[in-house]
């Protein structure tokens, strides 16, 4: 585990804890976790494990059998997430890199879940587009590129259930969401959407603050 508690209002003791008192990683996912690390600063990519606990226990909990998933890096997120649809459910991936999934496609395999995850190279408002337009995904999670987020949460949004849920990760972008002297392309587009998500009379957000902030948007039945 880092020493870097990916919660930037956290200390490493406090992260620690809260992740000694969540239901246990196993040991695919803290080696899984422990390679990313490795890499270096790039490893901040990665959501944090109490973030994978949460989205996981939260699908099982819902009964998520179809879930797509934008951004996988090296494949934490989907992992706990193909775990909790079960045999007979799917998580559909989007991602540019065949570098950073190959990692993930190595820890799935070890998991007994790459069956159940399906991962698309290639742009993923291309992929994401092509989807035949039924609602029929239980949960989404959207953790890529930050200008993209509003396209990829009007596809994901229109193909989602009534009630069904769309994570995005992020949110406080380090908590510089609420610091006007802070710009740039990532963090406006983060305000930008943050402010868009709140007025869309089709869904009802809650915004916590696990990892980077992640927002919970639930698709109105």
Not at 30 to 38: M, Y
Not at 141 to 162: H, M, S, T
Request: net charge negative; charged share 25%.
């Amino acid at each position: 585990m880092s020493d870097i508690p990916k919660a930037f209002y956290l200390t490493p003791q406090i992260e620690r804890y809260v992740v000694d008192h969540s239901a246990p990683l196993d040991d695919v996912q803290r080696e899984l976790i422990e390679e990313t690390q490795a890499l270096g600063f790039i490893a901040i990519m990665q959501i944090a494990p109490e973030q994978g606990v949460f989205m996981e226990q939260f699908a099982r909990a819902i009964g998520a059998r179809r879930v797509i998933e934008v951004g996988t890096f090296t494949g934490f997120s989907s992992l706990c997430l193909a775990r909790a649809v079960g045999p007979q459910g799917s998580v559909l991936c989007c991602d540019l890199s065949e570098e950073w999934t190959t990692i993930g496609r190595r820890y799935w395999k070890r998991a007994g879940v790459a069956d159940r995850i399906d991962l698309r190279i290639g742009p993923a408002a291309d992929t994401l587009a092509a989807l035949p337009p039924d609602p029929v995904y239980d949960l989404g999670f959207i953790d890529a590129d930050k200008v993209g987020y509003r396209r990829y949460y009007e596809e994901i949004l229109a193909r989602l259930r009534p009630n069904g849920v769309i994570f995005v990760d992020n949110v406080l972008w380090v908590g510089t969401v609420v610091d006007p002297d802070t710009t740039g392309e990532d963090v406006e587009a983060i305000r930008d959407f943050n402010d868009f998500v709140i007025r869309d009379p089709r869904v009802e957000v809650a915004m916590l603050t696990l990892g980077d902030g992640l927002s919970m948007i639930r698709k109105k039945g």
